[in-house]
C-alpha cells in the first residue's frame, strides 16, 4: 500500500455510514473532519469541506463473481442495473451511486491479474484448494512464488529447505496414489510441488521445512494459485518417486493451480478466547 485517494464531502457522518455500515470498509484513520477508510487494498478518504467531489469513479473488485451479486443483493435499490458480464474487459460489474452521488462501481475480473493482497486479505482468505483449473502456471510464475519463500526464517539462517517442482504427469500420477483419497488432490492440479529440507544443513530441519511449506502456500495464494497441504509425503516411497535423498525431510507435497471456480464464505471460527490459554 503505498497511496490513498482523497475527496470532500459534505456529510462525512453520512458517507461514513454508507461506506462502513452498508459497503463493509474498515475505519483505517479518524482525523476529525478528515477520515480514511480501507477495503482491502483500497485507503478511500473524505474530508469534510464547503464543497464536494464527485467526479471519477471508486471501483470495488472482488476475488469471485458471487461477491459481487452479494453486494448487489444489498444495495440494489441503489443499484443503476445489474451485474452483467462486459466481454470487451472481461469483468463482471454493476454501478451505483453513493449519498452524494459518486459513481461506485462494483467488479470482477474474470481472468489473472497480477498480486493485490494486503496482509490481512492474503492470512484470513487463504484456503486449502482441492480442484483446479486446467490452465498453465508460466515458469516466471512459479519463480515469483518461489522467490518470496527465499524469505521463510529457518533454525540459524541456515536455509535447509528447497522445492521440487513435478510437471511430468505419471509423477503426478504416482504421487496422488501414495496415500488413497487424502492425497488425490494432487492430481487435480497441473503442478505438484514438494517441499522438501536436508538434515545435513540443520538440526531443526523439520521445523524449517514445515516453516517453509507454509510460506509457500500463503505466497501461492498471494499470486492467485492455490494449494492444500498433504500430509504424510515423508517416505520412502515418495522421495524415489521425486529422486530425493531417503535422508530428506518431505514436509508436504501440494497441488499448485489456479482454484476452479466457485466461491466460498469463510468458515466459522471458534471465538477468539479459546485460542489463549
Not at 500500500?1 to 454508507?18: C, E, H, P, Q, Y
Not at 510437471?167 to 496422488?176: A, F, H, P, V, W
Not at 487435480?188 to 545435513?200: F, T
Amino acid at each position: 500500500m503505498s497511496g490513498i485517494v482523497f475527496m470532500r464531502t459534505g456529510a462525512i457522518n453520512d458517507i461514513k455510514s454508507f461506506y462502513t455500515d452498508i459497503l463493509g470498509c474498515e475505519e483505517w484513520l479518524d482525523q476529525g473532519d478528515c477520515i480514511i477508510l480501507r477495503h482491502g487494498n483500497l485507503l478511500l478518504g473524505f474530508c469534510e469541506r464547503d464543497s464536494i467531489d464527485t467526479h471519477g469513479m471508486i471501483t470495488f473488485f472482488f476475488d469471485r463473481k458471487e461477491q459481487v451479486d452479494v453486494i448487489y443483493s444489498e444495495i440494489k435499490g441503489i443499484a443503476v442495473s445489474a451485474p452483467r458480464m462486459n466481454d470487451k474487459y472481461r469483468i463482471y460489474q454493476f454501478f451505483a451511486k453513493d449519498p452524494e452521488g459518486r459513481d461506485l462501481e462494483f467488479q470482477y475480473f474474470d481472468h489473472h491479474i497480477a498480486d493485490f493482497r494486503t496482509g490481512d486479505n492474503l492470512l484470513t482468505t487463504r484456503r486449502s484448494v482441492r480442484k483446479y483449473k486446467n490452465t498453465e502456471i508460466s515458469e516466471e510464475l512459479i519463480l515469483r512464488v518461489i522467490e518470496l519463500c527465499r524469505y521463510a526464517p529457518t533454525s540459524m539462517n541456515t536455509q535447509s529447505y528447497y522445492f521440487k517442482i513435478i510437471e511430468n504427469r505419471d509423477l503426478i500420477d504416482q504421487l496422488s496414489e501414495i496415500r488413497g483419497q487424502s492425497s488425490h488432490p494432487i492430481r487435480n492440479a497441473p503442478i505438484a510441488v514438494a517441499i522438501c529440507s536436508d538434515p545435513a544443513l540443520s538440526k531443526r530441519h523439520v521445523q524449517d521445512g514445515c516453516i517453509a511449506a507454509y510460506h509457500f502456500t500463503l505466497a501461492a495464494w498471494f499470486h492467485g494459485l492455490g494449494t492444500c497441504w498433504i500430509a504424510a509425503m515423508d517416505r520412502n516411497d515418495v522421495k524415489n518417486i521425486i529422486d530425493i535423498p531417503e535422508e530428506h525431510y518431505v514436509a508436504t507435497i501440494t497441488p499448485l493451480g489456479y482454484p476452479e471456480a466457485g466461491w466460498k464464505a469463510t468458515p466459522d471460527r471458534k471465538e477468539l478466547s479459546w485460542f489463549i490459554r
